[in-house]
């Protein structure tokens, strides 16, 4: 496997030049363990991604922050969407006596956070009816943790079909699905994730449908992909958003922070944030 670059050192972040519009990387990841795979971060991986994040002046937005054009930043500022699929449990995992497993990604992030706290636990994990994170009566409390430090709680379906090979009512429900079990954690989603990225044969759906007498919308539907999304003040609102695989092959996480390093690419970058 390839190295990635050396991280570039810390930027002085506050007075690098504005650039509003440029791009912002929405990263998907899936698991992580001792050894990187398909669908697996490694989680020394997952270290370097954040330190290389950080030292390229990136700070972690949610998905419906960077859609709705509030992002938390300040002056010189990258954002960077982190998403996590499937609520699976290597993403966050409490360990008997409570605490946060130091190897799941959330326990890897807050060690990071310790020492950058301005690169906060703030992710969208898009969730499975799972718990959600797959310990049996531990869902309610790391949702609470997670919305805690800044994190977003989305939908990702309530049975992780294929959208395109199901009827238009079963594309209804595995959307619905997610307002209900949410609605227990105190959560209305705002974004969405597909199962395999795969778009419904009737598309609109994805714009809203009423259904049992409520409004099922979203403010965006994530896909996978491969490249980062334009600045939000160039992007519609209710759009579909594109991610970056955070592996290290072709159009990955490597790859494309190798080509805002070497300046291919532009990052936005936030200007004044007192412009009323
Ligand atoms: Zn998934």
Same mark, same amino acid.
């Given at each position: 496997m390839a190295l990635p670059v050396a991280a570039p050192p810390p930027a002085n972040v506050p007075s690098r030049p504005a650039n509003e519009d440029g791009l912002v990387p929405i990263l998907m990841y899936h698991r992580t363990g001792p050894v990187e795979k398909y669908m697996v971060r490694s989680e020394a991986n997952f270290k370097e991604d954040l330190a290389r994040l950080y030292a390229s002046g990136f700070r972690p937005v949610t998905l419906a922050e960077y859609v709705s054009r509030k992002m938390p930043l300040k002056p010189g500022e990258s954002p960077v969407v982190l998403t996590f699929d499937d609520s699976a449990v290597s993403q966050f995992r409490l360990l008997k006596d409570g605490?946060?497993?130091?190897?799941c990604f959330v326990g890897l992030w807050l060690a990071f956070a310790r020492k950058? *706290?301005?690169?906060?636990?703030?992710a969208t994990f898009f969730v499975n009816p799972n718990g959600p994170f797959e310990q049996h009566g531990l869902g309610a409390k790391k949702v609470r943790m997670l919305l805690g430090w800044g994190s977003e709680i989305a939908w990702h379906s309530?049975?992780?079909?294929?959208?395109?090979?199901?009827?238009d009512s079963r594309v209804k429900s595995e959307l619905a699905y997610g307002f209900e079990y949410l609605a227990d954690f105190g959560v209305k989603p705002k974004t969405f994730a597909l199962p395999y990225g795969a778009l419904p044969k009737n598309r609109a759906l994805l714009r809203g449908f009423d259904w049992g007498g409520r409004r099922i919308q979203f403010e965006a539907i994530a896909l996978a992909g491969s490249a980062p999304m334009p600045s939000p003040l160039r992007h519609p609102r209710l759009g579909a958003v594109q991610r970056i695989q955070a592996?290290?092959? *072709?159009?990955g996480v490597d790859y494309w922070l190798n080509r805002f390093a070497h300046g291919k690419r532009a990052q936005y970058v936030q200007g004044p944030t007192d412009r009323g």
């Open positions: 605490t946060v497993d130091p190897k950058r *706290p301005d690169f906060p636990v703030r309530r049975t992780h079909v294929d959208l395109s090979k199901v009827s592996y290290s092959g *072709p159009y």
